[in-house]
């Protein structure tokens, strides 16, 4: 007696595989952990948070790495990256979430993928307002890519996505919550025009009182103006503002860390 034919064994569907890097993001952590649960496997490389983000990345079922030798922030993702085997990654931040449009594409992507990387509809929010211009949107940036197609660039700040060939572009948004309130504002700004002046410094460039007015200057007419930044309202100003005032910054530390370096012995 014959046994019935078997059915045949379906593919298996590709795994997917989140990389987060964190330091101290208790106040967005979870909500961006709990927009993920069609992910295989994520990753948090955590920076040296000093509140709870790692215990509550654990709650939500995150494996965590404790890196606090900050490479920067091309080189800490790249760390995230490599700590998954998964056949897809897709690379967000803590301040980002994931709508369920843009999980279901992401979802269908995988499956019948027509590109090895990605891009996503970033829509961004500064301090409760929701940015369409200024430069800010449309923002379509690639994160989800094959493993083994992409990688960071080893920037220590303002890091990109390194590839070759086609972008495919996704349904969806990638909520991006990246201002919640004017002390992140001037936080940030501090922190970004320090990392641009260091990276600037060790490509040999050089600051000074002039450069960083004319370019602070530039800047903010960018923004306002060429970049519709007025069309935004009270944000669009306050983005110009904080945009020129981190490049203005960003040229005077690099001024007084080359005289530094110049006096050192």
Not at 122 to 132: D, I, K, P, T
Not at 155 to 167: A, K
Not at 180 to 202: I, P, W
Request: with cysteine; proline share 5%; aromatic share 10%.
């Amino acid at each position: 007696m014959t046994s019935p034919p078997t059915a045949p064994v379906s593919a298996q569907r590709p795994s997917l595989g989140v990389a987060i890097i964190a330091l101290n993001a208790q106040a967005r952590i979870a909500q961006c952990l709990d927009a993920l649960s069609f992910a295989d496997d994520i990753v948090v490389i955590d920076g040296g948070s000093t509140d709870a983000t790692a215990s509550i990345a654990r709650a939500h079922g995150a494996r965590i790495i404790v890196a606090p030798d900050w490479p920067g922030f091309g080189p800490q993702k790249n760390r995230a990256v490599a700590a998954l085997d998964t056949d897809w990654i897709l690379s967000i931040d803590t301040d980002e979430v994931v709508t369920p449009e843009l999980a279901a594409s992401i979802r269908q992507a995988l499956d019948s993928p027509v590109a090895s990387v990605y891009a996503l509809d970033r829509l961004s929010n500064f301090c409760g307002r929701w940015v369409r211009h200024s430069g800010w949107y449309p923002d379509w940036v690639p994160r989800l890519f094959k493993r083994g197609a992409a990688r960071f660039s080893d920037d220590l700040v303002h890091e990109r996505l390194v590839f070759e060939g086609r972008v495919g572009k996704l349904a969806g948004r990638l909520l991006h919550y990246s201002y919640d309130d004017f002390e992140t504002v001037l936080r940030k700004m501090d922190a970004y025009s320090s990392a641009g002046a260091r990276q600037r410094l060790a490509a040999g460039k050089r600051g000074g009182f002039a450069r960083a007015l004319g370019r602070g200057a530039w800047a903010f007419v960018r923004t306002y103006v060429l970049r519709g930044g007025v069309l935004d309202g009270q944000a669009g100003f306050m983005i110009a503002l904080f945009n020129a005032e981190t490049v203005y910054y960003r040229f005077l530390k690099l001024a007084h860390a080359h005289d530094g370096s110049a006096q050192s012995p």
